[in-house]
């Protein structure tokens, strides 16, 4: 068995679990109001809030014999400003999110990269991920990871209680290019496959 979420390096990067001494940049990330725009679950407001959140989301995925589930630090500090997850549920569902201040310099995809490697090491059959068809940046992401979009489906989305167009996209790690999710396209009465996307 691979030791439970294995530290990783990149260029510029190093992944590795949120701890304790995390927590305050840990709130930083997920109360930025725009980085967290399109995540399922308000921006955090206090930091209480914080350490249920990181004790409900990561604490128990840490206690876990397998997780990916990534605190995303610059080298040069340690300090994590955003994070990579592939969830080990039957989804296998890639997810990440960065503090605003770091768009746009290719981290996320960075990072990505280097936890899709890993999860392929460790004979992941295959990932998902599924964007906001109005964040079509994140899209952008998972198509330089390699993963290709599938279908779209709409789903009532909670504790936001909005009803959102989601993009399916996925990617086969184990040579079965065939293979497709099709789980959100079952569960959505509305489903359909975008010709321009």
Known sequence: MHANTPPLQTARLMLRKFTD????????IFSDAEAN???????????????RFFEERYAAKYAQPR???????????DVPIGYVNVDMGDAHDLGYGLRT?????GIISEAAAAVVAQVRKDGLPYITATHDRDNP????VMEKLGMRYQYSYEE?????????????YQLNLDG??????KKYWDASAVHFVETNV
């Open 21 to 28: 001494g995390d927590m305050d940049a840990f709130y930083r």
């Open 37 to 51: 725009r399109f995540l399922p679950w308000f921006p955090l407001r206090s930091a209480a809030q914080a350490r």
């Open 176 to 181: 079965n290019g065939a293979r497709v999710y």
């Open 137 to 140: 940046r994140s899209g952008g």
């Open 101 to 105: 201040e770091f768009w746009h310099r």
């Open 156 to 168: 009532q989305w909670q504790p936001k209680n909005a009803l959102v167009t989601f993009r399916m």
């Open 67 to 77: 997780a990916y589930a990534y605190a995303v630090c610059l080298k040069s500090d």
